[in-house]
């Protein structure tokens, strides 16, 4: 399979900045951080364990995956 050259225009990066950003920096990424550490109480530190893994260790593994197989769309 070969890949394809092309130049992506400046549209197609804040498209791409503003996908990301929703993705890492959504509502429920703002607010349910605060509101986890609220029920967590003395839990804290594996409630903010749990919420690093889930919100942003697994985005960012498969948005290193695409980016890493050159994949242009999920099938």
Known sequence: MELSE???KTRDYVVIVSLLFGLFFG????IFPLHLGQ???AN???AMLGFLVTAV????LGVLAIAATHAE???
């Not at 509502?27 to 703002?30: K, Q, T, V």
């Not at 260790?57 to 960012?60: E, W």
């Open 39 to 41: 029920l967590a109480g």
């Open 27 to 30: 509502a429920g990424n703002l």
């Open 6 to 8: 092309k130049k992506l």
């Open 73 to 75: 769309g999920v099938y």
């Open 44 to 46: 804290w530190f594996p």
């Open 57 to 60: 260790a697994l985005p960012l």
